[in-house]
C-alpha cells in the first residue's frame, strides 16, 4: 500500500510574509490507482525540487513531466490537477508554495505565460539556477538542500521593490474571503480597472476578479477538506454564491468533477495537501 505524507518546513523569518507554506512531499511510491489524485487550486505558486524520482501533472488537457534533481515552478493555476510521482518508486519533494504577494518580488516573469503551467526553472532564469539546482542535487541531505534553496530566496529578497497598490489590493480580496468585486477595488484606490488589471496580470498572471473567485471557492474547500460533508455546507455555500447553479460551476472549474462525485470517491491527496 502507498503512503505519502506533507511535512511542513518553517521558512526563514524574512520569506515568511511571502510564502503561505513550505513543506516536504514523499511517498512510497505512485499513488493507489482508485485516489483521483487531484490538486485543487489555492491561489499558490510552487517552486518545487524532485530530490528523488519525478512528477507527473496534468493541468487542463496539457500534461508536465518534472524530472528528478529538477528545479520547476508552477505559475497561477485555476483549474483542477492531476498528480503522481513519475516512477513507481520512492518520492521525495520540497516544495515552496508563495502567497500572491510573493512570487513577484522574487522573479520577475512573464506570469501570464507561466499561468496553469510548470515550467523549469532553467528555461526562466538560466545560468543561476542551474548551479543552484546542480548544488542541491548533489546534497544528500534534505536539511541543506532546504538551506541552499532559502540561501537563494533570501538573496533574490535583497533586490525586491514592492508594489504597494498590487498588495493592497491582495490584501483586501484576502480580508473580504474573495467577496469584492473589482469596482469596489477601484473606489478604494483610486485607479482604473484597467490599470489594476495591467497590475495583476503583471504580478500574478490573472485579473483581481479570476483570483477573488479562487479565494472565494477556498472557504468552501478547506471546510470540506477538514472533514465537513457537503450536505451540512449547503447553508455555507449561499455565503459565497448566488445560488446553487453558480456554486456548482465554480465546483466542477477548480475539481473538474462535481460535488457527488468527488464525495463518493478517494481524494486524499487533495484534502492532506489542502490541510497540511
Known sequence: MTTF?????????????????????????????????????NANFKLAFTSRNGLVARVEDKTFTQQENELSFTGLVDSAVMLDPKEDVQTATIVVEFNPLGAYRFFQLPYTEVKNKIVGMTDLLGKQVSVLQQQMGEERSVKKKLQLLQSFLLKRLENATPDLIYDFCINRIFENKGLITVAQLEK??????RWLHKKFTANL???????????????????????????HLKEYM???Y?????????????????????QNSIN?????HYTS
Open 5 to 41: 505524507s506533507f511535512n511542513p518546513v518553517t521558512p526563514h523569518p524574512l520569506l515568511q510574509p511571502f510564502i503561505a507554506k513550505m513543506w516536504v512531499f514523499e511517498s512510497s511510491g505512485r499513488l493507489p490507482a482508485l485516489d483521483r489524485k487531484l490538486i485543487v487550486p
Open 188 to 193: 478604494e484606490t483610486g485607479y482604473s480597472a
Open 205 to 231: 498572471g490573472t485579473g483581481a476578479k479570476n483570483l477573488a473567485e479562487i479565494i472565494r471557492f477556498k472557504q468552501f474547500y478547506q471546510a470540506y477538506s477538514t472533514g465537513a460533508d457537503l450536505f
Open 238 to 240: 449561499y455565503e459565497y
Open 242 to 262: 448566488y445560488d446553487q447553479s453558480h456554486f456548482l460551476r465554480a465546483f466542477k472549474r477548480f475539481t473538474g468533477s462535481t460535488p457527488t462525485d468527488l
Open 268 to 272: 486524499e491527496l487533495a484534502t492532506r
